[in-house]
């Protein structure tokens, strides 16, 4: 008799959604791919913002933002985190994490292009260097600037993960080596069912919102 293991399969649930939203998704992550250098201050903002926010929240601050200049302006963003039309949640604390990112934003700039043909070290730099990034949010802000590799491990995605057989996504990482556990069995299963991980992020959160966002 062989013990070989069966080979994982893409729930018909997702692979129909995927073979739908295939086209939508290739062209998300290229704009990620296309995103100019000028704008990763406002996308490292944006995934400050976000942590248990709404991201369009979280996107209408960043436009105002951007709007504002905050990047070289000297503005108070707390008004814009408070208002209730885009209300972001913790905003005190993520004022101040606006804050220190302006102020180390040019050193930031830089490790990124030190690091970013090593994506998993990159992202251990940025959740050391930036204060509210943790990996997760790394591998966001990493992502939506065209740097993939890392999973962005959001408890919307380990419920998915978890319908498609990943019994290491039952529950939130609350350290590094549990995350990466659940990233190993992630990408060991986007191999098996030949669709790239960042393809399956986008799809599992279109199927959240009913869009794709970032």
Known sequence: MSTQKKKSEFPEIYASEYRKMKSDIETRLQDFHNVPEKDWFYEACY???????????????????????????????????????????????????????????????????????????????????????????????????????????????????????????????TNKSIYLKIEKAWLKYCKEVQIDMESMDLLFWSMETGFILK
């Open 47 to 173: 995934c400050i913002l976000t942590p248990q926010s709404k991201a369009v929240h979280a996107d209408a601050v960043v436009k105002k933002l951007i709007d504002m200049n905050f990047e070289y302006n000297d503005v108070d963003p707390m008004p814009l985190l408070r208002d209730p039309e885009h209300y972001i949640r913790f905003h005190n604390q993520k004022t101040i994490n606006l804050q220190l990112l302006k102020e180390h934003f040019p050193e930031i700039r830089l490790l990124i292009h030190e690091f970013r043909q090593t994506p998993l070290m990159l992202r251990d730099v940025l959740t050391a260097k930036v204060r509210g990034f943790g990996m997760k949010e790394s591998a966001h802000f990493m992502r939506n600037i065209g740097i993939f590799g890392p999973t962005i491990l959001d408890r919307h995605i380990l419920k998915h993960l978890l319908a498609c057989g990943i019994k290491s996504a039952k529950n939130p990482p």
